[in-house]
């Protein structure tokens, strides 16, 4: 579903990717792990065409994102660190207006707040203006704007950093969910208990290559973190 | 401490690449239009001179003939200018350039450069003093209007407040920096090119030169108040503001208002307020009144006749060949007179209405210093409407002093002949022509402006000390966060 | 797709509160503007009217006194015989050779404040005849006028940068862009959308303000079938609007913040609508000088003065004929007189004609010269587009005052003829004096005179829009 082909990228001299090859099926969650400037946030930005590969592929669906770069976002749904909505929308609102730019234009406004409830936003939240909401709570809509895109593939940039950990658990349920339908799923994340709980699988990266991949259901926590932090310190 | 502040400003202000384009081409712009100024200053001024001259050699040398042809004849008065004009053009465009001075008539100043205009001189004209009435001030406001809102932006203002520097102190160390600024770009500028153009203007007439270092002196001071008005407000802005583009967007509202919007509202209101009556209005105004006149050249007017016999009882004659007085003579003079009182009431009246008007502009530059500045910037060039008016009150005094000459002439030298015998027959010669004295216009001194531009002082100077409380009230007064 | 992203931007700017300060002020300024250029036009058309009139009456008194005359009901002397044509060609009566406003003229005031729309036609050189410039406090036509075209120009691009300045910028800043980008919708797509929906309100209002303000305020454009000029109109102000916005999305696609943003479309705002403009004019001004005015009437004065000394004509003549006795001299005077003058004052002109041709062609070399220039400035080629629109260009009065000059020599031609006969005129010819009659400058003229403009303008925008769209087409989603 979702797959990198010694996917390279050089910001002039410096390498930010070194040739990454993954790939990842559906109702697959692939953490990506790794220290700030490894190389995580360059490789979401390349599925999502919003930089160029110097060279390799990014593949959504089989399809090369440099070269079809709307047809793949029809397939992809994205939540960055910050979900940051048009403060004078309502919840609802910006949900329908993202939804319509996917293509949905078809959703009643029950089959909306269906959508923002089952991302977990409070019943009273849906038609205040967005200006008024807590982080989780935008990181919701986020959520929501994913589900209701009927996404194949889920792209998350630390989309659990600065949440509470109540808020964190459920969205990484919520996550879990999705996999369950099918849906691949690849985050970038610091956080190695989430990645252990609802990840299938993990990658450490480090200098833009990918020096780990594993199953996550093989190792355990402390496992995990002794890697990581042996990775880190080589 | 201010001076640290102000050093640390200026030389950030002095690496930051938009000041320093935007100064380079304020001060080419400057030298542009002070070098053309001054071409055209001295272009028109040599032509006037030269014109002044040749046209008292026409008079003296247009031979032997009555003196009321002579009176038709007449005399052209050329409107001077200060060479401060060079500087600020002004309204030179809109007023007449010269005015005829004949017998019968007060004509108004004619050939207003904008007439043979492209349309192109409606946007206006590019003059030293539309460089600092317009472009200096966004070069302040270019400096000025992140200096507070950009340094909360920054967090650099957390800092600097940790460090226990007053507010006070922090924001006149800032104004005195931008003050810095403006200084090295524009001191040296105005100096160059101020002298480069006194160079290619040459030579000046001691007359357009009265009071040149007092006016001089003046309009520097009131551009240094317009000056600070502006860096006051905009660092007082930028302290009120939420955001550097919050700031920018209120400083450029700002300067569109002052600066576009308010003269041209205020011309309107203005114009509302004392309308100015059409040229037909005043035509027929004169007409009626100089039709109540003598008709000195139509002797079956009943006027021309009534006048007669008021004469012939008066010297107690029967004809008018035994007048102690030409008749004619007396007829003209009488008609002058009488033309005299009419032109002082209508063409009086519109110069009064024009005087309103200024005024009623001069009241409005309280919500604009730009009209203030305007106003007093062409008052002490030389290129206002009190400017032209002065001239054309100069020449119509010239004009009146002439006929009246040339009238006594007549009364005199056509003594005991008919009218039309005192007309053609009696011939005056160079002797009476040079009793006319030339034409000689005096502008109005430094005293007489500032007088007239009260308003416009105490606008600036009102300006000037507001803007200042203001800034020294919200420096106190500034959030370090918004 | 375009049609839900206007939607939404619809709704977003719905709720700014920069929508309910800015929209009143620009339509009020629209009407405004309207408003202040109608009422110039009614004072225009009334004075047509009136000088009309007052030609008319003075004619009508010389018929009326000749009635008398020849019914024998008025004791006259001889000079105040009507029919004597040189004294009525030169000063006892006179034309007013007027202009009358177009149905349109509230466009623009343009140049009809400083230029005089009647003029009084006598014997002398129309350039001699100057006192009919109306009167007007010059602060006033310095500072220019308030009328739909200055809010056009000036203030219409303005409103249409606060409003699109940060069209993307902002998205960007308030970090809507990310997710925005991950639609399956084109950065291009969504400016479009955003500009199409700014563009209509902004360009929309102004149209059908201005369009219908127009028509209201003077319903003679369409009965007099100006209503092309109106639709031309709105095409000039549509395609000026649509360069402002190209050049928002340009400067969006460079990808800088908000406020250097808003900083570069101001700066360009000063540099195309105030600086430029006069800069040219400078240029102009100083490439091609005008001789002054001044050197002109030193010019007629000198040739006057050579005139005279050529001719063996003396200007005492009048003092010379006295000694034949006062009537006889009165007669003479009225009659041989002006038959020895007028060729006396022909070659004057003629020896001062040089200078006056020195003038118009630098005058005309000046207003070529002003007229290629003004297509380095969208705002200036706007101004004139409008002030042929509205018949108050430099090229319309140009037009005019060779009407007047044309009709100025039928005058001539007129009198002389009589004089040249030494003989007052026939009744039939006092009656039948030709008037000037105003031609305006036909469709196709003044179409003509646009085109340029108009493609000018259609090249400004579109360059804007083709530069802006290719940049943004490199643009890149991925935060800075």
Same mark, same amino acid.
């Given at each position: 579903m979702l797959e990198a082909v010694n996917l390279k990228k050089d910001y002039g001299g410096h390498l930010a990717l070194k040739g990454l090859n993954l790939k990842i099926e559906p109702g697959e969650i692939y953490?990506?792990?790794? +220290?700030?400037?490894?190389?995580?946030?360059?490789?979401?930005?390349?599925?999502?065409?919003?930089?160029? *590969?110097?060279?390799?592929?990014?593949?959504?669906?089989?399809?090369?994102?440099?070269?079809?770069?709307?047809?793949t976002k029809k397939a992809l749904a994205y939540i960055p660190e910050i979900v940051m909505l048009y403060r004078n929308l309502s919840g609802l609102e910006n949900l329908r207006y993202f939804s319509q730019l996917a293509g949905h234009s078809e959703y009643t406004d029950a089959d909306l707040l269906g959508f923002l409830k089952r991302a977990g936003l *409070?019943?009273? +939240?849906?038609?205040?203006?967005?200006?008024?909401?807590?982080?989780?709570?935008?990181?919701k809509v986020g959520i929501a704007i994913a589900i209701a895109k009927q996404a194949k593939v889920l792209l998350l940039d630390e989309p659990t950093?600065?949440?509470? *950990?109540?808020?964190?658990?459920?969205?990484?349920?919520?996550?879990?969910?999705l996999a369950g339908d099918g849906v691949a799923i690849l985050m970038a994340t610091h956080d190695l208990f989430r990645a252990k709980e609802s990840g299938t699988r993990a990658g450490i990266m480090k200098h833009g290559e990918l020096v780990a991949d594993l199953v996550t259901a093989d190792i355990g926590h402390a496992d995990l973190e002794a890697l990581y932090l042996k990775h880190m310190h080589d | 401490m201010i001076w640290t502040i102000a050093k640390k400003e200026l030389t950030e202000i002095r690496r930051d690449g938009r000041f320093l384009w935007t100064s380079l081409i304020i001060v080419a712009l400057l030298f542009i239009a002070l070098g053309v100024g001054a071409q055209r200053y001295a272009a028109d001024r040599d032509l006037r001179i030269e014109a002044s001259q040749e046209d008292r050699d026409s008079w003296l040398n247009q031979g032997d003939k009555g003196p009321h042809a002579a009176a038709h004849y007449g005399v052209y008065g050329f409107k001077p200018a200060t060479p401060l004009a060079l500087f600020d053009p002004g309204l030179n465009d809109y007023t007449g350039t010269l005015q005829y001075l004949e017998a019968h008539k007060e004509n108004q100043a004619a050939f207003k450069p904008a007439a043979d205009a492209t349309a192109l001189a409606r946007f206006g004209d590019l003059s030293g003093a539309m460089v600092l009435q317009l472009l200096v001030p966004l070069l302040i406001i270019l400096l000025c209007f992140g200096m507070i809102s950009g340094e909360r932006e920054d967090g650099t203002f957390r800092q600097l407040m940790s460090m226990g520097v007053p507010r006070t102190k922090l924001v006149w160390g800032k104004a005195l920096g931008v003050t810095g600024a403006i200084a090295i770009v524009l001191v040296p500028g105005i100096l160059i090119a101020g002298v480069l153009a006194a160079i290619l203007a040459g030579n000046n007439d001691p007359h357009e030169m009265i009071d040149f270092q007092g006016k001089l002196l003046v309009v520097a001071l009131a551009y240094v108040a317009y000056f600070a008005i502006f860096v006051c407000v905009a660092l007082a802005i930028s302290i009120r503001s939420r955001s550097s583009g919050a700031a920018l967007t209120t400083l450029v509202g700002f300067w569109i208002v002052t600066g576009l919007l308010v003269p041209r509202i205020g011309a309107d209101i203005s114009?509302?307020?004392?309308?100015?009556?059409?040229?037909?209005?005043?035509?027929?105004?004169?007409?009626?009144?100089?039709?109540?006149?003598?008709?000195?050249?139509?002797?079956?007017?009943?006027?021309?006749?009534?006048?007669?016999?008021?004469?012939?009882?008066?010297?107690?004659?029967?004809?008018?060949?035994?007048l102690?007085?030409?008749?004619? #003579? &007396?007829?003209?003079?009488?008609?002058?007179?009488? #033309?005299?009182?009419?032109?002082?009431?209508?063409?009086?009246?519109?110069?009064? &209405?024009?005087a309103e008007q200024d005024k009623v502009q001069q009241v409005l530059s309280v919500l604009s210093p730009a009209v203030a500045i305007?106003?007093?910037?062409?008052?002490?060039?030389?290129?206002?409407?009190?400017?032209?008016?002065?001239?054309?009150?100069?020449?119509?005094?010239?004009?009146?002093?002439?006929?009246?000459?040339?009238?006594?002439?007549?009364?005199?030298?056509?003594?005991?002949?008919?009218?039309?015998?005192?007309? /053609?027959?009696?011939?005056?010669?160079?002797?009476?022509?040079?009793?006319?004295?030339?034409?000689?216009?005096?502008?109005?001194?430094?005293?007489?402006?500032?007088?007239?531009? &009260?308003?416009?002082?105490?606008? &600036?100077?009102? /300006?000037?000390?507001?803007?200042?409380? /203001?800034?020294?009230?919200?420096?106190?007064?500034?959030?370090?966060?918004? | 797709m375009i049609r839900q992203i206007m939607k939404n931007e619809w709704t977003l700017l719905s709720r700014e509160k920069i929508l309910y300060l800015a929209l009143p002020i620009y339509l009020v300024m629209l009407i405004y503007g309207i408003m202040n250029g109608t009422e110039w036009k009614t004072f225009l058309y009334d004075n047509s009217i009136e000088a009309r009139e007052m030609a008319d009456k003075v004619f009508q008194s010389k018929r009326d006194t000749l009635d008398k005359i020849l019914a024998g009901k008025l004791k006259y002397s001889y000079a105040e015989d009507p029919r004597l044509p040189a004294q009525l060609a030169r000063y006892k009566g006179y034309e007013m050779a007027t202009k009358p406003p177009a149905p349109t003229a509230a466009i623009s005031i343009g140049q009809s404040d400083v230029v005089p729309s009647y003029v009084k036609v006598q014997w002398k050189p129309m350039f001699k005849q100057a006192n009919t410039d109306e009167i007007e406090n010059p602060r006033n036509l310095a500072v220019g006028t308030f009328d739909l075209s200055f809010v056009l120009i000036y203030l219409y691009p303005l409103l249409i940068i606060a409003l699109s300045y940060n069209v993307l910028s902002s998205e960007r800043e308030q970090g809507t862009q990310v997710l925005l980008l991950s639609q399956p919708v084109s950065v291009r797509q969504f400016v479009l959308g955003k500009i199409l929906l700014r563009g209509s309100l902004i360009i929309g209002t102004a149209v059908v303000v201005s369009l219908f303000g127009l028509i209201v305020a003077n319903p003679d454009i369409l009965s007099a079938g100006y209503a092309w000029r109106i639709a031309m109109m709105a095409v000039i102000l549509a395609l000026y609007g649509t360069f402002w916005f190209g050049l928002a999305v340009l400067v969006n696609a460079l990808g800088k913040k908000s406020s250097t943003n808003a900083l570069i479309m101001m700066a360009a705002w000063i540099g195309l609508v105030l600086v430029l403009p006069a800069a040219l004019n400078l240029a102009a001004k100083t490439l091609y000088p005008l001789p002054s005015r001044i050197a002109m009437v030193q010019a007629l004065r000198k040739g006057d003065e050579q005139a005279t000394k050529e001719s063996k004509f003396s200007r005492?003549?009048?003092?010379?004929?006295?000694?034949?006795?006062?009537?006889?001299?009165?007669?003479?005077?009225?009659?041989?007189?002006?038959?020895?003058?007028?060729?006396?004052?022909?070659?004057?002109?003629?020896?001062?004609?040089?200078?006056?041709?020195?003038?118009?062609?630098?005058?005309?070399?000046?207003?070529?010269l002003a007229e290629r220039l003004k297509y380095l400035s969208p705002a200036a080629v706007t101004q004139i587009a409008f002030n042929e629109l509205a018949d108050s260009s430099?090229?319309? @009065?140009?037009? @005019?005052?060779q009407q007047v000059e044309a009709y100025h020599d039928v005058w001539r031609q007129y009198f002389l003829k009589p004089v040249q006969e030494n003989r007052v005129l026939t009744k039939d010819e006092l009656w039948n004096i030709p008037r000037f009659q105003y031609q305006p400058e036909s469709g196709s003229t003044i179409f003509g005179r646009i085109f340029g403009d108009v493609l000018a303008l259609l090249i400004f925008a579109g360059a804007m829009l083709v530069i802006g769209f290719r940049l943004l087409r490199n643009y890149s989603g991925a935060a800075r």
């Open positions: 953490c990506l792990l790794g +220290a700030n400037g490894a190389g995580k946030s360059t490789t979401i930005n390349l599925f999502l065409d919003f930089i160029k *590969p110097s060279s390799g592929m990014a593949l959504i669906d089989g399809m090369n994102v440099a070269d079809h770069s709307i047809e *409070p019943d009273h +939240a849906p038609m205040k203006r967005v200006g008024g909401y807590s982080k989780g709570m935008r990181q950093s600065g949440l509470d *950990p109540k808020a964190s658990n459920e969205f990484s349920d919520l996550l879990v969910q | 114009k509302a307020v004392y309308p100015t009556p059409s040229a037909f209005e005043v035509e027929a105004s004169i007409q009626k009144g100089r039709d109540a006149g003598i008709h000195a050249h139509e002797p079956n007017h009943p006027n021309h006749i009534a006048f007669k016999n008021k004469m012939l009882k008066k010297y107690n004659v029967t004809r008018i060949e035994d102690p007085y030409s008749f004619q #003579g &007396l007829a003209l003079e009488a008609d002058e007179e009488h #033309g005299f009182k009419v032109f002082d009431q209508n063409y009086g009246r519109v110069r009064e &209405l024009y305007e106003g007093l910037s062409e008052a002490l060039s030389g290129t206002d409407v009190d400017f032209a008016n002065d001239f054309s009150n100069a020449a119509e005094a010239y004009r009146r002093n002439m006929v009246r000459i040339l009238n006594a002439d007549i009364m005199q030298g056509g003594k005991g002949m008919t009218q039309y015998s005192a007309e /053609w027959g009696y011939r005056a010669n160079k002797s009476l022509w040079s009793k006319v004295p030339p034409f000689d216009f005096d502008p109005p001194g430094l005293s007489t402006i500032l007088g007239r531009n &009260l308003v416009s002082i105490l606008v &600036l100077l009102a /300006w000037l000390v507001g803007s200042i409380f /203001w800034l020294t009230w919200s420096a106190r007064r500034i959030k370090i966060d918004m | 005492a003549y009048r003092a010379d004929l006295l000694r034949a006795g006062e009537e006889a001299a009165l007669k003479a005077s009225n009659t041989d007189f002006y038959l020895k003058v007028l060729p006396l004052e022909q070659q004057a002109e003629k020896i001062a004609q040089p200078i006056f041709d020195e003038f118009e062609n630098q005058r005309q070399a000046q207003q070529t430099a090229g319309s @009065f140009n037009n @005019f005052n």
